[in-house]
């Protein structure tokens, strides 16, 4: 059975950091293209970023809004997912989701997601 | 990149058909088979029912279809159950290594 299970969230103030981890199993991880996506309360989906596995020379790539501030990184040996998240600001409050990709581009699995408040 | 428009509301009585649009441009749905279709019931993580436009993964029952004209994909739920009940999304990818998600479409069984 595949399992990701997103740790990490909390209650932080604009322009502090947090650090998210997603702890991945019955997947071969290694292989695995990564994403984090987020839902904002009451809203929808929005994806944030993606890693390439290394084979595909763990590459990443930021959707605007997180740009510059986010980082993405993965520790294969531990088969965990992170979200480096800096600078952060009240709009980035949100349900944070990590997902695998299929072959298909598509976010075949999902976590359950960790709450992220930013907040003075 | 905009999201995707969807209609904010679907509804349909048990047993009937209900179609959800997903409305892109030739950056994003037109210019790619990469559309896919998420199912979110209230506090749960969303769920793939549809991807490559009209494939299913194992297990997501054949009730659910979905196609692709131009710009616009759109997601058939048949035989309309009181658990599909939910939100649903669809998503895109749009190119340089990014996707673009819907702005959510809110099924009621009536």
């Known amino acids: 059975e595949v399992q990701l299970v997103e740790s990490g969230g909390g209650l932080v103030k604009p322009g502090g950091s947090l650090r998210l981890s997603c702890a991945v199993s019955?997947?071969?991880?290694?292989?695995?293209?990564m994403s984090w996506v987020r839902q904002a309360p009451g809203k929808g989906l929005e994806w944030v970023g993606r890693?390439?596995?290394?084979?595909?020379?763990?590459?990443?790539e930021n959707a605007a809004p997180v740009k510059g501030r986010f980082t993405i990184s993965r520790d294969d040996s531990r088969n965990t997912l992170y979200l480096q998240m800096n600078d952060l600001k009240t709009e980035d409050t949100a349900v944070y989701y990590c997902?695998?990709?299929?072959?298909?581009?598509?976010?075949?699995?999902w976590g359950q997601g960790t709450l992220v408040t930013v907040s003075s | 990149q905009s999201a995707l428009t969807q209609p904010p509301s679907a509804s349909g009585s048990p047993g009937q058909s209900v179609t959800i649009s997903c409305t892109g441009t030739?950056?994003?749905?037109?210019?790619?088979?990469?559309v896919s279709w998420y199912q979110q019931h209230p506090g749960k993580a969303p769920k793939l029912l549809i991807y490559?436009?009209?494939k299913r993964p194992s297990g997501v029952p054949d009730r659910f279809s979905g196609s692709k004209s131009g710009n616009t994909a759109s997601l058939t739920v048949s035989g309309l159950q009181a658990d599909d009940e939910a939100d649903f999304y669809c998503?895109?990818?749009?190119?340089?290594?990014?996707?673009?998600f819907g702005t959510g479409t809110k099924v009621t069984v009536l």
């Open positions: 997902t695998s990709e299929g072959m298909g581009a598509q976010h075949a699995f």
């Open positions: 019955g997947l071969a991880f290694t292989n695995a293209w």
């Open positions: 890693i390439k596995s290394k084979n595909d020379g763990e590459t990443t």
């Open positions: 030739s950056s994003d749905v037109g210019g790619y088979n990469y």
């Open positions: 490559e436009v009209n």
């Open positions: 998503c895109s990818y749009a190119g340089s290594d990014s996707y673009v």
